[in-house]
Nanobody, 129 residues
Framework: QVQLVESGGDSVQPGGSLRLSCSVS????????MGWFRQAPGKEREGVAG????????YYADSVKGRFTVSQDNARNTLYLQMNNLKPEDTAMYYC??????????????????????WGQGTQVTVSS
């Protein structure tokens, strides 16, 4: 079991940038999947980015490719989501998520489907002019 605490959400104008952080406590091994999903009011959850600890290869949803970057620090106790060129449609509550997985492919599915077992409390991102 891991504990996840997000921070970094804010209100920004379109075209702006934010970096979200997720402090991770608990045991993380080489078959862990960590990522971010978001949910806007009245919309379904959307897995936006993830990383497989086995090889640190990232996954991105098509809606954020080229704009968002997911990364983890060397000690693997913080997960980041760098968000550039933000758009109004990026407005949502962003959640950090993590859990055991079988492989990189499963990690990508887990993130896409928001099906990992541990979530944080969320941090709000609002993009408006």
């Amino acid at each position: 079991q891991v504990q996840l605490v997000e921070s970094g959400g804010d209100s920004v104008q379109p075209g702006g940038s934010l970096r979200l952080s997720c402090s991770v406590s608990g045991h993380i091994n080489s078959r862990y999947c960590m990522g971010w999903f978001r949910q806007a009011p009245g919309k379904e959850r959307e897995g936006v980015a993830g990383i497989y600890t086995g090889d640190e290869m990232p996954y991105y949803a098509d809606s954020v490719k080229g704009r968002f970057t997911v990364s983890q620090d060397n000690a693997r106790n913080t997960l980041y989501l760098q968000m550039n060129n933000l758009k109004p449609e990026d407005t949502a509550m962003y959640y950090c998520t993590a859990g055991q997985t079988l492989s990189r492919s499963y990690c990508y599915i887990n993130v896409r489907d928001s099906s990992l077992s541990n979530w944080g409390q969320g941090t709000q991102v609002t993009v408006s002019s």
